[in-house]
């Protein structure tokens, strides 16, 4: 089994439509992160999370929201879609940041 | 936005040939990553720096934390066709609870 899974790999939806991503992991991290890769824009950070009390927003929260269920499990959810939320979406957790973070294979959503 | 600046965008080479791509930040860092992301997946960790100067190798990678802790640059020798993917720059500032991540490097291998 992969350290970070996320569910599902591949999704489309419709505009205005609520989506939860999923993300577990099996490492024993208390940190998990939330980011978005769009073509030349790199990785950014949507929400993160230190511990399951401690929820923080990155630079581009608006539009999203997460809930920490546990400590092995991050979900971030889309309340009301729109088409510019297209993009990869990726989970990850660390150790501490020195260590750098393990990420997981990513969701693809397309919103339509 | 991006706090990194990471270069080139984009390389398409021949296969044998030396790649050599770099990240540039106003801040200092304490710690320098290095990513590779294959088509598909989510990108994995191949080379992390700690100190000024440090100089890492892995297999045929070699990377470097810039002196002045504001820079660091990823080699790779003799390339091959399973090196393309994008390639990621990540930093921990000094004081910063967060990775900074750069833009990103796609590498392309003509065989």
């Known amino acids: 089994d992969a350290d970070v899974t996320q569910t599902p790999r591949n999704r489309i939806t419709k505009t205005g439509k609520r989506i939860m991503l999923e993300c577990s992991q099996t490492k024993g991290h208390d940190r998990m992160y939330w980011y978005r890769q769009d073509p030349g824009l790199g990785l950014r950070l949507i929400y993160y999370?230190?511990?399951?009390?401690?929820?923080n927003k990155g630079e581009i929260s608006d539009g999203y929201s997460v809930s920490r269920q546990a400590q092995a499990k991050f979900s971030l959810s889309l309340e009301s879609a729109i088409p510019n939320q297209t993009a990869l979406y990726f989970c990850a957790t660390s150790e501490g940041i020195s260590y750098g973070y393990t990420f997981g294979s990513g969701t693809r959503l397309t919103v339509v | 936005g991006q706090q990194l600046n990471q270069s080139p965008q984009s390389m398409f080479i021949q296969e044998g040939e030396d790649v050599s791509m770099n990240c540039t930040s106003s801040s200092i860092f304490n710690t320098w990553l290095w990513y590779k992301q294959d088509p598909g997946e989510g990108p994995v960790l191949l080379i992390a720096l700690y100190k000024a100067g440090e100089l890492t190798s892995n297999g045929r990678l070699t990377a470097q934390f810039g002196i002045t802790r504001k820079d660091s640059f990823l080699n790779i020798s003799a390339s091959i066709p399973s090196d393309v993917g994008i390639y990621f720059c990540a930093g921990q500032r000094a004081y910063g609870n967060k990775l900074v991540f750069g833009a990103g490097t796609i590498l392309r291998v003509k065989s």
């Open positions: 999370s230190f511990d399951v009390k401690d929820i």
